[in-house]
């Protein structure tokens, strides 16, 4: 009996799963599922989808005010002063920098591309073979280029395309501020966002897709369909994606109410915590001083790409996952990508130099960490050093190219140290009332006497107002009770 009530205990979940799947596919064949997968099916869910999220976005207001005028005034006289130092700080973000040094590169190539195509370079390169081998020079060094920038680009358009997908109040908030004009809200916004950063994804894919076929195959042996094809949905999508940008309702006017932006503005001036800044604020330690903290100083030089966008979200300054990718692909991906190139360009002293090229922006990747400590510095109000050519911007970015692990570290124990919120240092809170009481008293050693009064006062009002209570005959005991514990307080803290 035994066996036969385990032989059937062991089989009752077989039959249990045995039935439930029998009775799932019963109920697919008697169920209309099949109207499902007609091609209007995919309309109706997309409507819906869309529906979803509009309801969701119409009661997140854009906090920013979207009323912002165009800086610049339109006058007959140009200040060029004015004009002069708006560049000046526009060419101080190093991805601007690169911006320029790409167009120059992109525009030289190019031009010698078409030059070749048009054929007014005959006479200097008479042979067809040469020729057809500095057409595929030129086309090697266009695929690193505009692989490089889709490699760049594609972190920030990963990182949209999720908070599209999530779709939470802030993460509309933030999307607004990068796709809607002004910032301010728009009618059937997820959708016109969702159009142009599926555009743009189309841009970066084609683009993989074009690198793989200049890498794989010769000039000789290169599918030409494919290639146009690619060619063109590569120029097609960006373009394409600039103008619904700008002539969709995500790039019109926009007139809000300004009542219900004040009151909730309101709301949250009213909700902040009443904490006190900490107006003056030093670094944590100096360069060199990983040491001090071996935890910080390791997860700086063995993870340094992952603890960097960790200590940049913490601070404020953006999503941790495009931080990261970000920077490493600053620091590695010229350096494969200008390899891989160079290896299949067949010119030798041409084919030197692009490598050499690759590996120069790869060590410039670090400038991007110095470019974040300056606007840490800034923000904070943080001390900066004169080393390098005794500028603190310089050398910002001088620490980072040339001791960028003691960089990190510092950045690190220096955000450990306080609490940030909305841009700024707050000390750390501790943990009971009693810690929070001394953080306000001022040090023993450097007022004895403030101490001591303020006790004395305490312990006379203290008694004042118990001694209501108590019998005048019991007066004296009452107070040398009371007294004790005060004596004994200040005669710690002398």
């Keep these: 009996m035994t066996e036969e009530m385990e032989i059937h205990i062991q089989s009752e979940p077989l039959r249990s799963y045995r039935n439930g799947l029998?009775?799932?596919?019963?109920?697919?064949?008697?169920?209309?599922?099949?109207?499902?997968?007609?091609?209007?099916?995919?309309?109706?869910?997309?409507?819906?989808t869309v529906d979803e999220r509009e309801e969701i976005s119409l009661p997140v207001s854009s906090l920013d005010d979207p009323r912002r005028s165009f800086p610049v005034n339109f006058i007959k006289k140009i200040d060029f002063d004015s004009l002069i130092q708006l560049c000046g700080e526009w060419i101080k973000h190093p991805m601007n920098i690169a911006l320029i040094l790409w167009s120059m590169c992109v525009a030289v190539s190019s031009s010698m591309q078409g030059l070749l195509l048009l054929g007014l370079l005959d006479e200097e390169l008479p042979e067809k073979s040469s020729r057809n081998r500095w057409m595929e020079i030129n086309n090697q060094v266009l695929n690193a280029l505009f692989t490089l920038m889709s490699l760049y680009q594609h972190p920030s358009l990963f990182h949209h395309l999720v908070l599209l997908c999530r779709w939470r109040s802030q993460d509309i908030v933030d999307l607004r501020k990068i796709y809607c004009k002004n910032g301010a809200r728009r009618s059937w916004e997820w959708a016109h966002m969702m159009v142009v950063v599926l555009l743009l994804h189309i841009t970066c894919?084609?683009?993989?897709?074009?690198?793989?076929?200049?890498?794989?195959?010769?000039?000789?042996?290169?599918?030409?369909?494919?290639?146009?094809?690619?060619?063109?949905?590569?120029?097609?999508?960006?373009?394409?994606a600039g103008a619904y940008a700008m002539y969709s309702p995500l790039g019109r006017e926009y007139h809000f109410n300004s009542k219900e932006e004040e009151c909730e503005s309101e709301d949250l001036d009213l909700?902040?915590?009443?904490?006190?800044?900490?107006?003056?604020?030093?670094?944590?330690?100096?360069?060199?001083?990983?040491?001090?903290?071996s935890s910080v100083g390791s997860l700086s030089f063995f993870c340094s790409f992952c603890v960097y966008g960790w200590n940049l979200e913490r601070l404020g300054f953006g999503n941790m996952y495009v931080h990261s990718a970000m920077f490493f692909l600053l620091c590695f991906a010229p350096l494969w990508i200008f390899g891989v190139s160079a290896f299949h360009i067949s010119d030798g002293v041409i084919s030197k130099g692009v490598a050499i090229a690759g590996f120069a922006l790869s060590l410039c990747g670090l400038l991007?960490?110095?470019?974040?400590?300056?606007?840490?510095?800034?923000?904070?109000?943080?001390?900066?050093?004169?080393?390098?050519?005794?500028?603190?911007?310089?050398?910002?970015y001088f620490q980072w190219l040339?001791?960028?692990?003691?960089?990190?570290?510092?950045?690190?124990?220096?955000?450990?140290?306080?609490?940030?919120?909305?841009?700024?240092?707050?000390?750390?809170?501790?943990?009971?009332?009693?810690?929070r009481n001394l953080l306000g008293c001022p040090v023993p050693r450097e007022n004895r006497g403030g101490v001591i009064l303020e006790m004395e006062q305490a312990s006379m009002s203290s008694i004042t107002s118990k001694g209501s209570a108590v019998e005048q005959d019991n007066c004296g005991e009452v107070s040398a009770e009371m007294w004790k514990p005060h004596f004994q307080q200040m005669t710690e803290v002398v």
């Design 368 to 396: 991007y960490g110095g470019f974040w400590r300056l606007r840490m510095r800034r923000r904070f109000n943080l001390a900066g050093g004169k080393l390098c050519c005794g500028s603190e911007t310089a050398t910002d």
């Design 22 to 48: 029998l009775n799932f596919f019963k109920a697919c064949h008697c169920r209309d599922w099949r109207r499902k997968l007609v091609p209007g099916s995919a309309s109706t869910v997309l409507r819906q």
């Design 271 to 293: 909700n902040k915590h009443d904490r006190v800044s900490v107006s003056q604020p030093e670094w944590k330690g100096g360069l060199f001083d990983c040491f001090h903290d």
């Design 402 to 435: 040339f001791c960028c692990a003691c960089s990190l570290a510092q950045e690190i124990r220096t955000g450990n140290f306080y609490d940030v919120e909305d841009g700024r240092f707050y000390m750390k809170s501790l943990g009971g009332e009693e810690d």
């Design 205 to 240: 894919f084609s683009q993989y897709i074009l690198c793989g076929l200049y890498w794989g195959y010769t000039i000789a042996t290169r599918p030409e369909f494919s290639e146009n094809f690619f060619n063109a949905a590569g120029f097609v999508a960006p373009v394409f």
